[in-house]
């Protein structure tokens, strides 16, 4: 099955910027849809941007649509998520998935989406 890896969490202030990296391994992974989620401390996992198997075509939460930006390099096997201005409230452990399907739910909801990573923390300091 597909396989995930994030990186590139960490602690930075806000206003600035942190790229999120996740590696995927598997035999059909370059073709299916992929998202990021994110969840904090006592809330629910919600969705946060996802892109389709060939990147051109991205989706995003209200909250962070602007300032983050998805994008996938297939020949690395690789989804990357920009984030830039960042504020407080995007702290969170992030996680990358992959899509169930070649075609993506257009709900964007967690149970359209059957690999995940184990998370990486971000925390965004006033």
């Known amino acids: 099955q597909v396989q995930l890896v994030e990186s590139g969490g960490g602690l930075v202030q806000a206003g600035r910027s942190l790229r999120l990296s996740c590696a995927a391994s598997?035999?059909?992974?370059?073709?299916?849809?992929m998202g990021w989620f994110r969840q904090a401390p006592g809330k629910e996992r919600e969705f946060a941007a996802a892109?389709?198997?060939?990147?051109?075509?991205?989706s995003y939460a209200d909250s962070v649509k602007g300032r983050f930006t998805i994008a996938r390099d297939n020949a690395k096997n690789t989804v990357y998520l920009q984030m830039n201005s960042l504020k407080p409230e995007d702290t969170a452990v992030y996680y990358c998935?992959?899509?169930?399907?070649?075609?993506?739910?257009?709900?964007?909801?967690?149970?359209?989406?059957?690999?995940w990573g184990q998370g990486t923390q971000v925390t965004v300091s006033s």
């Open positions: 998935a992959a899509s169930t399907n070649v075609i993506l739910d257009p709900s964007y909801i967690p149970e359209s989406f059957d690999a």
């Open positions: 598997g035999r059909t992974s370059s073709v299916l849809p």
């Open positions: 892109v389709s198997w060939g990147g051109g075509s991205t």
